[in-house]
């Protein structure tokens, strides 16, 4: 569960049941304290009108035939989407939205915009009925001026809003595609073995069932967004199957999109992912893009983290020193101290141009060098973090390490090169101080 998930401890169902009266007939106690039966659809409503009531302030209301979101799942891929705006969107910039079949409740825009205050939603969907329902509940939480809701038809692009309004930018979409392909496999998922079939057919079928399943939605989704790219800065969706990230990833590798990122949902028992890709330069940390589970390393995107550990040294201001002697002996480079933790001290390393590597010395004196065409933006930008080594013993000698965080930048070559030299040319300044 993402660590801000103010869901990481289970809700007290007994005061829940306090504060929201309708919850109380579904409360009992158990063995290992009070519970709601979460085979119960009726129960399980009640329990997301709860929590978005008294955790949110919103008052949500659902047709008896549209699927009732778990709020704990869907706060954690607000979540997700919260921390890549937060690490590739400067604060100034407007914030705009897709959620893609935002279903009855609208829940990703109501979630998000009361999260953040300033941020806009376009939410769209094929079904009317459901529109009809997410509009009320759009309106029911003042909200009609930040949350647009758009009917689309179902034979149109899924990107259908970017395709229509050629001068308007995103910074993200986010969607949760129908996960099957058919009522059958619905009746054989995971959800309908635990909780047996009606617990999870409650819905339309637009909400769950899509010709080729989820794999098919989102290639269709993925194969879209390559006529729009910058469009969008982040395009996102959920997954419901591990199996299906191994396709959606190879077809990203096939049409050479490198930057990506994967992450996963845990909710109780149940598992869900997302994967989001980029067609801009602007890199994210691995702690948002790579997940640890074994099963998926072949398929997480590069490492845009790196770190090379120093032992030995009397203290960490000496690895800063030659820190800053190195990069000043680069030219082209601009340095900017980077705002963050004062007791790990970070420099914002800002390149125009190769310019450490032997070739591009030797075509010192040349009006180009072969990936500087004159384009505008930085050919490079990335921080360097001094900080104490975490597998360092400090009872015998003090262990410091430099982590460097690609922050943007098309050329991986480019990143790991300058990574590369830095790291010598520091180790060369330690061992003659």
Same mark, same amino acid.
């Given at each position: 569960m993402?660590?801000?998930?103010?869901?990481?401890?289970p809700?007290d169902?007994?005061?829940?049941?306090?504060?929201?009266?309708?919850?109380?007939?579904?409360?009992?106690l158990t063995?290992?304290?009070?519970?709601?039966?979460f085979?119960s659809?009726?129960?399980?409503?009640?329990l997301?009108?709860?929590?978005l009531?008294?955790?949110?302030?919103?008052?949500?209301? %659902?047709? !008896?035939?549209? &699927?009732?979101?778990? #709020? *704990?799942?869907?706060?954690?891929?607000?979540?997700? +989407?919260?921390?890549?705006?937060?690490?590739?969107?400067?604060?100034?910039?407007?914030?705009?939205?897709i959620?893609?079949?935002?279903?009855?409740?609208?829940i990703?825009?109501?979630l998000?915009?009361?999260?953040?205050?300033t941020w806009?939603?376009?939410?769209?969907d094929?079904?009317?009925?459901?529109?009809?329902?997410?509009?009320?509940?759009?309106e029911?939480n003042? %909200?009609? !001026?930040?949350? &647009?809701?758009?009917? #689309? *038809?179902s034979?149109?692009?899924i990107?259908?809003? +970017?395709?229509?309004?050629?001068?308007?930018?995103?910074n993200?979409?986010?969607?949760?595609?129908?996960f099957y392909?058919?009522?059958?496999e619905?009746?054989?998922?995971?959800?309908?073995?635990?909780?047996?079939?009606n617990a999870?057919?409650t819905?339309?079928?637009?909400?769950?069932?899509?010709?080729?399943?989820?794999?098919?939605?989102?290639?269709?989704?993925?194969?879209e967004?390559?006529g729009?790219?910058?469009?969008?800065?982040w395009?996102?969706?959920?997954?419901g199957k591990?199996?299906?990230l191994?396709?959606?990833?190879?077809?990203?590798?096939q049409h050479?999109?490198?930057?990506?990122?994967?992450t996963?949902?845990?909710q109780?028992?149940?598992?869900?992912?997302?994967?989001?890709?980029?067609?801009e330069?602007?890199?994210?940390p691995?702690?948002?893009?790579r997940?640890?589970?074994?099963?998926?390393q072949?398929?997480?995107?590069a490492?845009?983290?790196?770190?090379?550990?120093?032992s030995?040294?009397?203290?960490r201001d000496?690895?800063?020193?030659?820190?800053?002697?190195?990069?000043?002996?680069?030219?082209?480079?601009?340095?900017?101290?980077?705002?963050?933790?004062?007791?790990?001290?970070?420099?914002?390393?800002?390149?125009?141009?190769?310019?450490?590597?032997r070739?591009a010395?030797?075509?010192?004196?040349?009006?180009?060098?072969?990936l500087?065409?004159?384009t505008?933006g930085?050919?490079?930008?990335?921080?360097?973090?001094?900080s104490?080594?975490?597998?360092?013993?400090?009872?015998?000698?003090?262990?410091?390490?430099?982590?460097y965080?690609?922050?943007?930048?098309?050329?991986?070559?480019?990143?790991e090169?300058?990574?590369?030299?830095?790291?010598?040319k520091?180790?060369?300044?330690?061992?003659g101080?």
């Amino acid at each position: 569960m993402h660590p801000r998930n103010i869901y990481t401890r289970p809700p007290d169902f007994v005061q829940l049941a306090r504060r929201y009266p309708p919850l109380r007939e579904h409360v009992f106690l158990t063995h290992t304290g009070p519970s709601i039966d979460f085979k119960s659809l009726v129960a399980q409503r009640r329990l997301t009108e709860a929590l978005l009531y008294l955790d949110f302030h919103i008052t949500l209301t %659902l047709p !008896d035939d549209r &699927l009732c979101p778990p #709020v *704990p799942n869907r706060l954690n891929y607000v979540l997700w +989407i919260q921390d890549l705006v937060r690490a590739t969107i400067p604060n100034s910039e407007i914030v705009r939205g897709i959620d893609i079949g935002t279903g009855a409740s609208a829940i990703y825009p109501l979630l998000a915009c009361r999260l953040e205050p300033t941020w806009q939603f376009i939410a769209t969907d094929i079904d009317k009925d459901s529109l009809v329902s997410a509009q009320q509940n759009v309106e029911r939480n003042g %909200l009609s !001026d930040r949350v &647009l809701i758009v009917q #689309v *038809p179902s034979n149109d692009p899924i990107l259908h809003l +970017i395709e229509g309004h050629p001068s308007t930018t995103y910074n993200f979409t986010m969607c949760n595609p129908p996960f099957y392909s058919s009522a059958e496999e619905v009746a054989q998922s995971a959800e309908a073995k635990e909780y047996g079939p009606n617990a999870i057919c409650t819905g339309a079928e637009s909400e769950m069932i899509t010709p080729g399943g989820e794999v098919a939605f989102v290639s269709r989704l993925f194969l879209e967004s390559i006529g729009h790219k910058t469009r969008c800065r982040w395009y996102t969706t959920m997954l419901g199957k591990m199996s299906s990230l191994p396709e959606i990833v190879g077809l990203l590798r096939q049409h050479q999109v490198e930057n990506y990122a994967i992450t996963e949902f845990v909710q109780g028992q149940t598992r869900r992912w997302a994967i989001g890709w980029s067609f801009e330069t602007l890199r994210l940390p691995d702690a948002l893009a790579r997940i640890a589970n074994p099963t998926l390393q072949g398929i997480m995107p590069a490492r845009t983290t790196l770190h090379q550990q120093f032992s030995g040294l009397e203290s960490r201001d000496v690895l800063c020193d030659a820190v800053h002697r190195v990069l000043k002996d680069i030219e082209g480079v601009t340095l900017t101290s980077s705002a963050g933790d004062e007791s790990n001290p970070s420099i914002l390393v800002h390149a125009t141009d190769i310019t450490w590597t032997r070739s591009a010395r030797r075509k010192k004196g040349t009006k180009t060098s072969a990936l500087n065409t004159g384009t505008a933006g930085p050919i490079l930008r990335c921080c360097i973090t001094c900080s104490h080594s975490s597998t360092s013993d400090r009872t015998r000698s003090q262990g410091f390490q430099l982590e460097y965080q690609w922050v943007d930048g098309r050329e991986r070559h480019v990143f790991e090169s300058f990574v590369s030299h830095v790291n010598r040319k520091v180790n060369a300044v330690l061992g003659g101080s």
